[in-house]
């Protein structure tokens, strides 16, 4: 059994290595696997057109791949074992609503207001974003941290969090209304996510402060194991509630606002991944779950994009579309052989 | 061996909320001791639950003094009290993919460090636990693939290898079949016994409670708390009084509660033993008051278990031979009207 987890791990380590290097390899150019390792290496003699796209576009969208896909896994993992409800996921406070109406405000109401169409404004316009982003998820995020540390049960503040996801689409929704059809469209790209849109210096931002992030969500596994056994249990056993649930909850609100921030509201990933997780190890025991799902989702972000990007389609195929495409059959799967291990017990 | 543990004094138990102050249950004076099973029994709604989660800890008293193992409650953080106090409660956990022994081995969370990984002693303790309940059979086996009886069985491992002093129950038994409710009982009072430790529960199962638990707290409204062995309740007339109420009658001889029915016939009923009490205990739920002390035309003929059948004898008619008490039922029934009332008889 420790083997088999061991191996497993390893095994989805590899596959992280070698969907990062297709990533690298495919693309609407065809530049061939020497030239690719070549680049990464350093080696000189390729040309400068090959370098730029491997170096300025496909690098970048494989890392921005790796640590949303992990960033999203990790979150949905930590709000599904809070709520104690599979159905949970980064979405499911209303955060990446609260992302998409930052978003919206800058996007529909700088037409409007100001006159200048977001789009036109290049990377003052992007960063704008971000940050409009950012400032959307944290606020919601701190509206629902005070109100779990108000209510007492978990399927109010989950009600409550749905209820503000509500509101904020619906004051996107009113916005949309007043805005010019050019902006509506910006809006409604960005909402397709897509791990292409960071780039340069913001990128490096964006992995860096991933990669403080992700390891420090780890620290909370014994919190979250205690917090599988439910409220009543987990008290007993010394967990402050109150206090677990603030931390897991904020962790996992960062997360997925930083995130969502970068590359719009990336769909299904995070409540998929978990799932995946649980079913591959057949465990619930976070100290596996927790670099499982980020091995898994870093995995699947990039095998999304990979199909997003795959020849023919050009750039096509928004990244959420692939990601419910490709995850929820597997997320079905894996569910149906679960359920045959169990009944043949 | 038997010392005092818990003791309680003018405890006030409710809900506090903004400007609301809702007792549930006061003037509370009881102890609890160490080495013994306790049993608090009481019907719905009158404090059972918030008396055990004020008792752990989970919500404040109203007022009063709780005193743990010499020292108030209120004293204890919430680290320390998780190694004085193992709780199991009703709630079924709804845990999946874990397995029995990792579930146990989260009773050890408190010891742990930050990862919560189990060192060599720790993982000793569980096997411990397991052994002391008795589930060797079930380690390797997914939470979700256990039935009730067996899932409590595991939390109470649980509430074992958290290594309390004293372990508080919740109504441990409410959804369990019968024999499985029996075996949590007497495995809660042989643990109690082997363990020296402090075994409170809650309970509705006032029949097991009464013939396994050391001692009972009956807990009623008018009367608050009564606590004593279920023998001296019984004697002192408390059992009696406590439920008291129209179809329950408690029997004094056995110390235990039955149905009381209401009887419209009689019949003489002759023979011994086993069989003799059966044909009684049917025709009793038929309303048929069957004795051998009721003198009557109308007899039933039991003999003893080495004779086989039952013989009716009715005036005027032949003695009737039936094999099982369903027919003997049966023609009694047929001649129910002809049978002198219950009501003369007893004059």
Partial sequence: MKRHTTLLMWLLALS?????FLNLLLGSVHIPARSVWNVLLGIEGESEIVTNIIMKSRVPQALTAVVAGAG??????????????????????????????????????????????????????????????IVGALSV?????????????????????????????????????????????????????????????????????????????CLLVKTLNLLLLGDGYARNLGLNIKQARFLVISCAGVLTAIVTAYCGPIMFLGLAVPHLSRGIFQTS????????????????????????????????????????????????????????????? | MKKETIHIEDLSTGYLTKNNRKVVAEHIHASICSGELTCLLGANGVGKSTLLRTLSAFQPKLGGHIRLLGRELESYTDKQL????????????????????????????????????????????VDNAIHQVKIEHLVGRM????????????????????????????????????PSKVEIMQLLHRLSRETDKTIFMSTHDLELALQIADQVWL?????????????????????????????????????????DNEFTHAIRLDGCGQKYSMVRKALQRNGI?????????YSVETGNLDKEGFILHCPDEEALHVSRIEELIAEIEKRRGQLPPAEELKK
């Fill in chain 1, 16 to 20: 992280i290595l070698v969907f990062f």
């Fill in chain 1, 72 to 133: 999203l896994a990790v979150s949905g993992l930590q709000m599904q074992t809070v709520f104690r409800n599979p159905l949970a996921g980064p979405s499911v406070l209303g955060i990446s609503s609260g992302a998409s109406l930052g978003v919206a405000f800058v996007i529909l109401l700088s037409g409007t207001i100001g006159g200048v169409a977001l789009s036109k404004l290049g990377l003052m316009g992007e960063l704008a974003l971000t940050i409009a982003a």
């Fill in chain 1, 141 to 217: 995020m701190a509206l629902i941290v005070y109100v779990s540390q108000k209510v007492k049960g978990n399927v109010t503040l989950l009600i409550i969090g749905v209820m503000i996801g509500y509101i904020a689409s619906a004051v996107i929704g009113v916005l949309k209304f007043f805005s010019v059809e050019e902006d509506i469209r910006a809006y409604v790209i960005w909402g397709l996510g897509s791990f292409a849109r960071v780039s340069g210096d913001q990128m490096i931002l964006f992995v860096c402060i991933m990669v403080v992030l992700l390891p420090l969500s």
């Fill in chain 1, 285 to 345: 025991d976070h100290r596996i779950l927790m670099p499982a799902s980020i091995c898994i989702g870093s995995s699947m972000a990039l095998v999304c994009n990979l199909i997003a990007r795959m020849p023919g389609f050009e750039g096509a195929l928004p990244v959420n579309s692939v990601t419910a495409l490709v995850g929820a059959p597997v997320v079905v799967y894996v569910l149906f052989n679960k359920r045959k291990s169990e009944f043949s017990e």
């Fill in chain 2, 82 to 125: 998780s190694r004085i106090i193992g709780v199991v409660l009703t709630e079924k956990c709804d845990i999946r993919n874990m397995l029995v022994e990792e579930l146990i081995g989260l009773g050890r969370s408190p010891y742990t460090g930050f990862w919560g990984k189990l060192t060599p002693e720790d993982r000793e303790i």
């Fill in chain 2, 143 to 178: 939470i979700q693939t256990l039935s009730d009886g067996e899932r409590q069985k595991v939390m109470i491992a649980k509430a074992l290898a958290q290594e309390t002093p004293i372990i508080f129950l919740d109504e441990p038994t409410a959804f369990l079949d019968f």
């Fill in chain 2, 219 to 259: 807990m009623d409204k008018t009367n608050g708390i009564t606590t004593g062995t279920p023998e001296d309740l019984s004697l002192d007339g408390s059992l009696s009084h406590f439920f008291a109420r129209k179809g329950i009658m408690f029997d004094k001889d056995t110390g235990l509660f039955r149905i």
């Fill in chain 2, 289 to 297: 008051l069957a004795s051998r002390h009721v003198g009557v035309n």
